[in-house]
């Protein structure tokens, strides 16, 4: 232990000037863990992905997060559209350009970072986004990162039926720029829908969880991987369960978009959303009877408790293990990779780099350093000789 300690602060420092893109297979070889995670059933090298937003919204911004070494990007959503081009949700796909990244403080009194923006979807035509999407196509299959499409569907009140024509129309254009199965899809549901009049009633969320999933199965022209990324809804802890629970059709849960504020207008991040993220899945990990995917499997049992993905203020390696130890097999990012450069331990670099280096490698909270912290509690131990960033989601749900 005390010569990993050693040997972490030796790469922590070497790292600064450049992140070696197979640090996975370093982190390996040098300290025997193994930092596999995975999303949508796909095994990635690691467990740190971009979450959807503006910062992968065009190739090049992919290519740089393949040469950085992200796991996976998932792309800018997309609002759904038929064959006419009309949206459902056409108020989704307005243009804001500005973002501002600033301090935010918590009810309990931590102040961390949120970016404050007015805008909401891919504003642009459907075209130039299947054009995104097979950039992303190639890269995924030039072994470089995964990439995964969002979209926002239309979302009927309840009594209406959903409009099939968006589901159809979308949905195939999307598997078509793919080009083969399975079509690993997010399905978006926004901290601006959550700030909805149409999402303030319970039973009509929950119709949405329900139902969507068999909708968008029923309009793909070819087997899809699908996750439901989940917003916080303006109700209480509780009701966020039923929401997972509702979603059980879906291949993978994210959890959660960023919270609402209903003053300004604008949805936001920083401590009050990851401890609202970790207080529920925690109460969900304690769900008697409940029991993940089992390692390797592509698709949880609809049994069981789907797999999951964490995302919300997600700045240090010792946040990943928080969300990994209540289910978690992969995080996905957004404010990290927006900081002030002064922010980050790198010295060189772009910013997706020097927070993998902040992540994976802080001698105190990085990712490496915490499995091996909880291997010296006890609380993690090897399996052939080597320590699973896997075996924390495995063990999420198991008593004690
Ligand atoms: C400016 C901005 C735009 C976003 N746009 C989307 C989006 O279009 N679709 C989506 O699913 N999530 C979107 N998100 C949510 C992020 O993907 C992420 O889940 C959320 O911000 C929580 O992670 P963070 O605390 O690391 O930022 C956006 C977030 C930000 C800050």
Request: charged share 25%; net charge neutral.
């Amino acid at each position: 232990m005390a010569a990993h300690a050693v040997a972490l602060e030796k790469d922590f420092d070497r790292f600064k000037r450049e992140l070696p893109r197979d640090f996975p297979d370093h982190v390996r070889l040098a300290y025997r863990v193994d930092l596999t995670g995975r999303y949508l059933g796909e095994p990635i090298p690691h467990p740190i992905g971009k979450g959807s937003g503006q910062l992968s919204l065009n190739a090049g911004q992919l290519e740089d997060d393949a040469a950085a070494g992200l796991a996976f990007v998932v792309l800018k959503t997309v609002i759904a559209q038929d064959e006419t081009g009309a949206q459902s949700m056409a108020a989704w796909a307005i243009h804001e350009t500005k973002m501002q990244v600033e301090r935010r403080r918590s009810a309990t009194g931590r102040t961390g970072w949120t970016v404050t923006w007015k805008g909401r979807g891919w504003d642009r035509s459907l075209e130039e986004y299947l054009a995104l999407v097979r950039a992303g196509r190639d890269l995924t299959r030039a072994g470089g990162l995964l990439v995964v499409p969002s979209v926002k569907y239309h979302l009927p009140r309840l009594g209406e039926p959903f409009r099939e024509s968006e589901y159809r129309h979308t949905t195939g254009r999307l598997a078509g720029a793919w080009g083969e199965a399975p079509l690993l899809l997010e399905k978006d549901f926004s901290p601006t829908l959550a700030g909805d009049r149409l999402a303030e009633d319970r039973a009509q969320i929950l119709r949405w969880l329900s139902e969507v999933p068999e909708r968008i199965r029923a309009a793909a022209p070819f087997a899809v991987r699908l996750a439901l990324k989940l917003m916080n809804a303006r109700f209480d802890d509780d009701f966020q369960r039923e929401m997972m629970e509702a979603a059980r059709g879906a291949d993978a849960l994210v959890c959660f978009n960023r919270l609402f504020d209903e003053q300004h207008g604008v949805a936001y991040g920083a401590w009050d959303l990851s401890d609202r993220n970790l207080r529920v899945l925690s109460a969900r990990a304690l769900t008697p009877g409940a029991s993940p995917g089992s390692p390797g499997s592509v698709v949880a049992s609809s049994l069981g408790l789907l797999p999951l993905s964490g995302t919300g203020n997600i700045c240090s390696g010792r946040m990943i293990i928080e969300y990994a130890r209540r289910g978690c097999e992969s995080v996905q990012l957004h404010t990290f990779f927006q900081l002030p450069l002064s922010e980050y331990p790198a010295t060189h670099g772009s910013r997706a780099q020097r927070a993998l280096h902040a992540l994976v490698f802080h001698p105190q909270d990085g990712l490496v350093a915490v499995l091996l912290e909880l291997e010296a509690l006890g609380r993690l131990e090897r399996r052939g000789g080597e320590l699973h960033f896997l075996d924390l989601a495995r063990d999420a749900h198991r008593p004690g």
